[in-house]
Nanobody, 122 residues
Framework: QVQLVESGGGLVQAGGSLRLSCAASGSIFSINAMGWYRQAPGKQRELVAVISSRGSTNYVDSVQGRFTISRNNAKNTSYLQMNSLKPEDTAVYYC????????????????WGQGTQVTVSS
């Protein structure tokens, strides 16, 4: 079993910055992709950013150039640096991780964190 714990959310004014962290623990041999999602009230959960095990990244258009996803494989942790925040970034942010059950497995489990609230005031 794998647990993901997010931290770093909070209240910030528009134009400000926050850094989210997602620490994975448990039965981990390796972690494939790690991602950050968000869900605003009344909206579906959307992918914000994803990073592969080798460091390749992708972002949703609305955060491109403002958010940066990174990871520390030695610490099984991903980060989301959020700059130039806008009120429309307000949401609960969730991290996830794709974890193979054993070395050499061709499939993976997907684990989710509990979510952290980010509120951007105008």
């Amino acid at each position: 079993q794998v647990q993901l714990v997010e931290s770093g959310g909070g209240l910030v004014q528009a134009g400000g910055s926050l850094r989210l962290s997602c620490a994975a623990s448990g039965s981990i041999f390796s972690i494939n992709a790690m991602g950050w999602y968000r869900q605003a009230p009344g909206k579906q959960r959307e992918l914000v950013a994803v990073i592969s095990s080798r460091g390749s990244t992708n972002y949703v258009d609305s955060v491109q150039g403002r958010f940066t996803i990174s990871r520390n494989n030695a610490k099984n942790t991903s980060y989301l640096q959020m700059n130039s925040l806008k009120p429309e970034d307000t949401a609960v942010y969730y991290c996830n991780a794709k974890v193979p059950p054993r070395v050499g497995a061709r499939w993976e489990y997907t684990y989710w964190g509990q979510g952290t609230q980010v509120t951007v005031s105008s």
